[in-house]
């Protein structure tokens, strides 16, 4: 009995040792701190505001990552990969000056064309709320950009902090019940600010000092990489924030709320495999052997994942039923499709993470763009057919179609 203890201490002392689980664990803790607020935080939403104003909440929010996401050209993927041997300072304040710039530059476009992009959110032709829009908007792209850089330098304890700090919407959401979609809204972008500003302390202590200052070196070095990388970004992330906007314009604001909560809890389950290759993709650019990286990193994705998917396909109508009775009846199937999507999800991600340590933009490229044309279309075909839970058959069918895909190319590459 003591030699089977001291065989378990000892691998549980190998693991926590290890870079790419000690990375993945912070990185996982993250993500089970920001979806387990987030579930508090939108469970208490939905107990204290209108449906309605949760729905053009969700779609607020969903569009400000959006443009978060568009903003960051690629730079954040080559922080990953240019920080081990280059500048961290100068590279941190180059990326987080123009992605920051520009992020309030697409939103002062959303916002003139908000009657063209989403006409639900014509609440932004208030200049006060446009505002208020444009500075949550620049505080979230620079947020989004240091928990990158704690990851970077495998320090991603820091930004499991920051992801408390994050947590503190929650106290917001009842003083600002007044304002409404706004008031939720507030409540968000309150968090960021404070997380910003932990960020930015943390940033000092992990050796990183932001300026005012632009690398054109480093600019010219990872353009291509950027570029690519920006690209396959975009394909990987958008459908999280276009399909929310989506179903609103299509079904409503009610069924958009209902969507959200769901996916919101099947995201529990795809921060598994994303975490994991984080961590893959950080230790392949330290020059860790691939191959063996990628099999800890399948090993430790599904030992992880089957059991939590077997979980939260029998727990969910009760975690929806949290939130509310309307919840569970509007989302649950949906939940239960995407749930079984992770699986494939998991395979994806994986090989995203080694096309981006081989610095293979091209097939990087091609995979995520195939996997980010059948989730919208499918999702968009899908809705239509069938309702809210065409979403979650778009998840399941897209990222499937997209495994195959991924199964042929390793084959072909020689790795089996």
Request: charged share 10%.
């Amino acid at each position: 009995m003591n030699l089977v203890i001291s065989k378990n201490r000892k691998e549980l002392t190998y693991y926590l040792r290890d870079p790419l689980f000690k990375n993945s664990l912070f990185i996982m803790l993250t993500s089970v701190s920001s979806n387990g607020f987030g579930f508090i935080f939108w469970m208490l939403a939905a107990k204290l505001y209108p449906a309605e104003d949760v729905g053009i909440a969700t779609a607020l929010i969903s569009s400000m990552a959006l443009l978060v996401l568009l903003s960051r050209f690629g730079l954040d993927f080559s922080i990953i990969r240019y920080f081990p041997s280059n500048d961290k300072s100068r590279i941190f304040s180059t990326s987080a000056i123009i992605t920051t710039f520009f992020a309030v530059v697409f939103g002062v476009i959303f916002i003139i064309g908000v009657d063209v992009f989403s006409p639900e959110l014509h609440l932004l032709k208030s200049t006060q709320n446009a505002v208020l829009y444009l500075i949550f908007l620049a505080v979230s792209s620079g947020t989004a950009l240091t928990g990158i850089s704690f990851i970077a330098v495998r320090k991603a304890a820091f930004q499991f902090l920051q992801s408390i700090v994050v947590g503190s919407r929650i106290l917001f959401l009842i003083p600002l019940i007044f304002l409404g979609a706004i008031g939720i809204f507030g409540a968000v972008g309150i968090s960021f600010v404070l997380a910003l500003a932990t960020a930015l302390i943390l940033l000092v202590m992990s050796g990183i000092r932001p300026g005012f200052v632009i690398d054109r070196g480093f600019l010219n070095k990872a353009f291509h990489f950027s570029a690519g990388n920006y690209l396959a970004g975009l394909f990987v992330a958008a459908p999280n924030m276009i399909l929310p906007i989506m179903v609103l314009n299509v079904l409503g604001a009610e069924q958009a709320a209902y969507y959200y909560i769901a996916f919101m809890i099947a995201a529990l389950l795809f921060m598994i495999p994303n975490a994991i290759s984080m961590s893959l993709f950080v230790e392949g650019s330290h020059g860790e052997e691939l191959k063996k990286t990628v099999k800890k990193s399948l090993f430790a994705i599904f030992s992880l994942l089957i059991p939590a998917v077997v979980i939260l396909y029998i727990c969910g109508g009760w975690l929806l039923g949290v939130v509310g009775a309307d919840y569970t009846a509007g989302g649950l199937e949906v939940l239960k499709v995407m749930v079984g999507s992770s699986l494939f999800v998991g395979v994806n991600f994986v090989y995203f993470a080694i096309k981006r340590v081989q610095k293979d933009v091209k097939g990087l490229v091609i995979i995520t763009g195939l996997v980010f044309g059948l989730l919208v279309g499918l999702g968009y075909l899908f809705m239509i057919i069938f309702g809210i839970v065409g979403v979650g058959y778009a998840w399941l069918v897209g990222n499937g179609i997209g495994s195959a895909m991924v199964g042929v190319m390793v084959w072909r590459e020689g790795w089996v």
